[in-house]
């Protein structure tokens, strides 16, 4: 199953009087249906939808198709229909120019200083009503199913390219966890070796003189006590978990981008932890690398559906 981003667009437009150059065909058909959507993230899904007065009253059918195929995104539908230029200029029909004049005369009737209908608002009307003269239903469904799918195709592209993106800082959260795991033995070596040279000053020995068994004892358990403070291989272990995780999420697909959000959550706090219990330079530059790599990838995660 794919990887789908919530960021998307896509549009189309529909000229049924393109469509259908019949002369006979009917005056309603001089417009031009508009229709585009567009996402962005969200924790869950938002649909907010912008009509013109004509296609209002679809908006619950339209709804109903993007809660079918859409589960998370901030997602703005945007539909309009405009009147093609021949529309504009069609000659009104005798009994539309009649029922004007009727209305006109009923609001000059209560309303004398009302000023007369213009050319330009009889055209303007007339070419209002035959644009909503036309039941745009059926052609408003087929054309969002179009643009729906485009967007779903556009966001699987978004999707496929953010996956990626995390592989790769995936891998290198890897490389630097093999990195940090050596450093630890060395470190414990190192101190182990620190405290015994301590003791041998403290005692006033000679190099190549023998230290007292207690001495010793002693040396060893301050290494100990030291391994432990400094230990790090069950954050490393952890991490190593987190990052298998991520990997088989992202390889099966779907609906991912919640749990992803949680694995990067985890990642952080070990990567947290490395750079606290750090007893050297080199592991608080592996743990300041790994939280930049786990920032870049919350980043994009935002973004997964």
């Not at 924790?43 to 619950?60: A, M, N």
């Not at 993007?66 to 998370?72: E, F």
């Not at 009923?106 to 009889?122: C, E, G, I, N």
């Not at 010793?216 to 291989?233: G, H, K, P, S």
């Amino acid at each position: 199953m794919s990887v789908y981003s919530m960021t998307g667009y896509a549009s189309a437009q529909l000229n049924p009087a393109a469509a259908s150059p019949a002369a006979d065909a009917p005056a309603a058909s001089a417009a031009r249906l508009g229709l585009e959507i567009r996402s962005v993230n969200s924790r869950y899904l938002d649909l907010t939808f912008k009509l013109s007065d004509e296609l209002r009253s679809f908006e619950p059918a339209l709804r109903e198709m993007l809660v079918r195929r859409l589960k998370r995104g901030k997602v703005e539908v945007r539909a309009v229909l405009e009147s093609n230029e021949a529309s504009l200029v069609a000659e009104p029909s005798t009994r539309l120019l009649q029922r004007l004049n009727t209305i006109q005369d009923s609001v000059k009737a209560w309303l004398p200083l009302a000023t007369p209908l213009s050319v330009a608002d009889v055209i303007r009307l007339t070419a209002g009503t035959t644009v909503s003269g036309r039941d745009w239903q059926a052609d408003l469904l087929a054309l969002a199913e179009q643009v729906l799918a485009a967007l779903l195709a556009a966001r699987e592209r978004e999707g496929a390219r953010l996956a990626l993106m995390l592989q790769d800082r995936m891998a290198q959260l890897r490389s630097l966890a093999a990195q940090a795991e050596p450093l630890v033995p060395q470190l414990v070596a190192q101190q182990r070796q620190r405290f015994l040279d301590r003791w041998r000053d403290a005692m006033g020995l000679v190099e190549g003189g023998a230290l007292p068994e207690a001495a010793q004892d002693r040396a060893l358990a301050e290494a100990t006590a030291f391994a432990i403070r400094i230990d790090v291989a069950e954050e490393l272990t952890r991490l190593s978990s987190h990052l298998d995780e991520l990997e088989r999420l992202i390889a099966k697909g779907g609906e991912i981008g919640k749990r992803l959000d949680f694995l990067i959550q985890e990642l952080h706090r070990e990567a947290n932890t490395l750079g606290s219990k750090s007893a050297a330079l080199e592991l608080t530059h592996i743990s300041v690398d790994m939280k930049v790599l786990i920032e870049q990838m919350r980043e994009q995660v935002q973004n997964l559906e």
